[in-house]
């Protein structure tokens, strides 16, 4: 940004109330316009236009799925620096601001209600919905693949579901902890570990996206078909990230990106899928780096859906 006018165009382009409040938004993680709109209190066209603007000058970036467009700060360059070290001058006591904090925190409660509503609707029949159209085998076989002759002291599986990676890498660690929100999902998940017989794994309710600290580090995080339940998967990633030790891993399985608009209006899902260049720059923000990628095209070409499994490996050896 060395030229005058561009710089110029940038500032006039951050130098407005409402479009202040959306940097100010992005800054806390990826936001649909939907729920932009939602929180500001103003019609979808004039957010749209606010945001094009941002969008426009470098400000922010912009990443179509499907019907929906998620929206988040330019995470390098000119405009993601100025928009930063405005945000860092902003009070935080302002009171629109805070207004804007609560809305946030609001929808991102009612979004976190419905999830769990569908969990409970389906915690018993997970496995089985989980499999269908997907290379399920394949992908299994990948992630015993990837702890080939290892027993780790620690494996924390993030979003645990009914239990299934406990069980199945139940050999290649000495410590299991699997953490998941769904009450009827982790009850579910703690009647198949002891069918199993699995006693060096247990289960607990918690918030994935803000880790307890008393589950310790791992040094290896599984997050299974998780992310894309999330609007903004990169601050899961980040959040997770402080929970691996200096030089450890992570296993993340999720869809390739997609169409399948109804998997979001019936299954809960808040992203159709992950593309490489996010997972890349999600890790990189979090001090990751993409060691491997593996694509599971389906069985069912018409019907089915990519899976992928990224290895994720620290690029320190200091913690975050």
Known sequence: MNDTADLVGVLRAAGETTRLRLLALLADGEQSV???TE???QSQPRVSRHLKLLADAGLITRNAEGAWAYYGLAPEGPGGDLARWLIGRLSADDAERLRDRQRLEAVRLNQAEQAAAYFAKVADSWDLLRSLHVPEEAVEAAIVEAMQGRVVDTLIDLGTGTGRMLELLAGHYRR???IDASREMIAVARAKLASCAIGHAQVRLGDIADVDAGAGRADVIVIHQVLHYFDDPGRVLAQARRALKPGGEMLIVDFAPHGL?????????RRLGLSEAQMAGWARAAGLQVSELKSFP???PTEGLTVCLWRLTDETDNPI
Not at 261 to 269: C, I, K
């Open 39 to 41: 929180i500001l209190g």
């Open 261 to 269: 608009e109804f998997l979001r209006s019936h299954h809960a899902h």
């Open 298 to 300: 389906p069985t069912n």
């Open 34 to 36: 939907k729920d932009l």
């Open 176 to 178: 299991g902890i699997g």
